[in-house]
């Protein structure tokens, strides 16, 4: 079993998206919808994910499992 997770720079960029996410929704929107809360949870957790996929150790966005008996 692989474990495959991204770059630490990919991972760092896609949190940085997702703060822009959450900016652009609060600034554009505010908080007078709840549209834009749900708008910021998404952002949160693309941020979230992102950082955990970057520096947890076991922060594997896949995982490859294989069968060696197919090897023949």
Do not use: C, Y
């Not at 749900?38 to 150790?57: Q, T």
């Amino acid at each position: 079993m692989a474990r495959i997770r991204p770059s630490k720079p990919a991972a760092v960029v896609g949190a940085i998206a997702g703060v822009a996410i959450v900016i652009f929704g609060v600034v554009q929107i505010g908080f007078d919808t709840p549209f834009v809360w749900l708008w910021a949870a998404i952002g949160i957790a693309i941020v979230a994910f992102n950082l955990w996929a970057a520096f947890a150790k076991r922060g594997a966005t896949q995982v490859v499992e294989t069968d060696d008996r197919s090897r023949g």
